[in-house]
């Protein structure tokens, strides 16, 4: 079976950029949920795996069609790995702006400000696949107090990278795509799809 169509399980403009930027020399059509009417699904559970394989199954369900999900957020050593999977609604309103209020505000006092982005992917070629296609990564740096940059979404702002001299919302778009969470664990994914000669 080659993939050529396939929903993401995100309503989120940015996850859709960054995806659709490195799926598309593949000839992969990577379709929004919102584009074919499906909504949000739930996201209950305490890891990151867990939520990706829900949203995966729900889009998939619901459209009939294959189905890319993510999991990703934030986690700080100081605060214990938070804000982990309530990354995108670890504040009351959930916006990026009040999230990286939140976090700031969280952190004030503390010196250790080591952190790191995580991301799992899981790629469903129906809803009920018993053998989904999973590959995860890690993006390591530090949150910092002043924002910097206004590119990317998310935590990018305060997420300093030391080897770059500059915040994630600093680099350019090819750049984030090499360097970060997201674009590894495609890469890796995608190894394993042509592993699996899912695509070309």
């Keep these: 079976m080659r993939l050529r169509r396939v929903v993401l399980a995100s309503n989120n403009a940015g996850k859709l950029r960054e995806l659709s930027a490195l799926l598309a020399p593949l000839g992969l059509a990577l379709e929004p949920q919102a584009a074919l009417g499906v909504p949000e699904a739930d996201e209950p559970h305490d890891t990151f795996l867990e939520n990706a394989l829900a949203k995966a199954r729900h889009a998939s369900r619901l459209t009939g069609l294959p189905a890319l999900a993510d999991d990703s957020g934030l986690c700080v050593d100081a605060l214990g790995g938070r804000p982990g999977v309530r990354s995108a609604r670890w504040s009351a309103r959930g916006t990026d702006a009040a999230n990286n209020a939140q976090l700031i505000a969280d952190l004030a006092g503390r010196t250790g400000r080591a952190a790191h982005y995580y991301c799992v992917l899981v790629l469903l070629r129906a809803a009920d696949d018993p053998q989904p296609v999973v590959a995860d990564a890690s993006w390591h740096g530090e949150v910092i107090d002043a924002p910097r940059g206004t590119g990317g979404f998310g935590y990018d702002p305060?997420?300093?990278?030391?080897?770059?001299?500059?915040?994630?919302?600093?680099?350019?778009?090819?750049?984030?795509?090499?360097?970060?969470?997201?674009?590894?664990?495609?890469?890796?994914?995608?190894?394993?799809?042509?592993?699996?000669?899912?695509?070309?």
Aim: glycine letters at 12%; hydrophobic letters at 35%.
């Design 158 to 200: 305060h997420f300093y990278l030391p080897g770059e001299g500059c915040t994630a919302a600093e680099l350019d778009a090819q750049r984030k795509n090499l360097l970060g969470h997201r674009g590894q664990a495609l890469r890796v994914l995608v190894e394993r799809l042509r592993r699996d000669r899912l695509v070309g």
